[in-house]
Nanobody, 127 residues
Framework: QVQLVESGGGLVQAGGSLRLSCAAS????????MGWFRQAPGKERTFVAT????????YYADSVKGRFTISRDNAKNTMYLQMNSLKPEDTAVYYC????????????????????WGQGTQVTVSS
């Protein structure tokens, strides 16, 4: 089992920045691919970014590419999402997720591929 706990959400003005953290515990997280998803009120949970188990491969949703950066520190069992140039449409609950990686470069954009989820952290961007 893997337990995931997000932190770092909050209220920020448009154009501002936030850094989300996802602390993992339980089974060794360094063998797991991880990702960030978000869910706005009344909408489905959608892919934001994913990272392979070593941190060498990353993928982003087009809507956040160039503004968000996903990273991980396996020594600290923590994944991060640096969010810059935030927009009101980025407002959502952000969730981190993980699953055992099927290969060295494996990273997953499909939420159905993930086995473990955090409880979410609210990000609100005011205009």
């Amino acid at each position: 089992q893997v337990q995931l706990v997000e932190s770092g959400g909050g209220l920020v003005q448009a154009g501002g920045s936030l850094r989300l953290s996802c602390a993992a515990s339980g089974r060794t997280s360094s063998s797991y691919a991880m990702g960030w998803f978000r869910q706005a009120p009344g909408k489905e949970r959608t892919f934001v970014a994913t990272i392979n188990r070593s941190g060498s491969s990353t993928y982003y949703a087009d809507s956040v590419k160039g503004r968000f950066t996903i990273s991980r520190d396996n020594a600290k069992n923590t994944m991060y999402l640096q969010m810059n140039s935030l927009k009101p449409e980025d407002t959502a609950v952000y969730y981190c997720a993980s699953r055992a990686a099927l290969g060295v470069n494996a990273a997953y954009t499909n939420r159905a591929m993930y086995d473990y989820w955090g409880q979410g952290t609210q990000v609100t961007v005011s205009s």
